[in-house]
Every structure is written in C-alpha cells, then in structure tokens.
C-alpha cells in the first residue's frame, strides 16, 4: 500500500494541477486534514528538483493561510467546529491542560510544532482559543513553516537523486522513520 501512495504522488507530481493540490493540501492541514503537506511535497520535488522552491513557497502560503483559518476556529468557532476537530483527534483532555501554559510560551509552541510533523492544526486552534496575538501567532508561523519547507526543498534540490535512490530502496523503513519522527514532535510540545 506505501509503495503504491508514492508511485501515485510521483505520478501526480506531472500534473498541470499538482502544485494547486498540494497549495491546497497544506492549507486544509493547517486546520482540518490529518496528513501533513512534508508527505506529499518530497515525492514532488523528487520528481521536479527544479521546482524545489517554488513548491516550498506555494507549501509554505498555503498552510500559513490555512493557519489563519485554524486560528479563527479556534478564535470564533472553538466550541462549533474546534471542539469536535480535538475531540475526532482524541486531544480533549491534553487540550485544556495544553492551553494554560499556552500562552506564556505560545511563541515557542508555534515555532516547534511548525517546524515538527506534529499536527499543527492543534497550534492553530490553540492560538486563537487562547487568544495569542495574531501578528504574532502569523509572523511565528512564517517562520517557523518556510524554515522546515524550504531546509526540506533545498536538500532534496541538492541531493535529491540520492535521496530519491535512497527513499525507494528503503519505504518501509522511511515510512517508520517518519512515524518516529511525528511521536517526538509530539512528545517536544508536550513538554512545552
């Protein structure tokens, strides 16, 4: 099943409508979608090196735009669409505790769980339930989310012919890597 996802995203990757899709992705995952832009983008820019930036770019607008939509959830529509969003993701009773400390270290929040494949709809959410600033809440995310895409385009730019070698030999154990990756992500903001 992991062979075909990426055979399908690399097939993708040639459509006239591949960089609005993954636009759009990053945008959704920002607030609703569970499945992080990174997944997709790598098999992208695998496949086109000489699109590397302008995918991170587009990736980066779009899930900082869909940031502002997971703010604005959590800011104006916490209890009709947040509530069941954390709930769907079993992150209730994490959440109350989680949004106490929140603001006294928002900004750090933001900036780890942007450059994480931690789910950063709950970042969002979070910054506009508690009310952090939304300058400030949106300058963090600029940051944090164009460092992560574009560290990740400019690697796979430079050795992505290796990278791909390499990622295509080895998809199982990737694809745990990755997993791995997401449970500290998890485990750094909980620190918080």
Known sequence: MLRKLYDWTLSFSDSKYSLWLLGFIAFIESSIFPIPPHILMIPIIIAAPNRAFLIAAIVTLGSVLGGALGYY?????????????????????????????????????????????????????????????????????????????????????????????????????????????LILGFGVVKLL
């Open 73 to 181: 959830i959590g800011n104006q529509l916490f209890y009709t669409l947040g509530q069941p969003i954390l709930e769907f993701y079993h992150k209730t009773e994490s959440f109350e505790a989680f949004k106490d400390q929140f603001n006294a270290q928002g900004h750090w929040a933001v900036l780890i769980a942007g450059l994480t494949p931690f789910p950063y709809k709950v970042i969002t959410i979070t910054a506009g339930l508690t009310g952090m600033s939304f300058t400030a809440f949106m300058i963090w995310s600029i940051i944090a989310r164009a460092t992560i895409f574009f560290v990740i385009a400019g690697l796979l730019w430079k050795f992505g012919s290796q990278i791909r070698d390499f990622i295509e030999k080895r998809l199982g154990i990737m694809f745990t890597l990755f997993c791995i990756i």
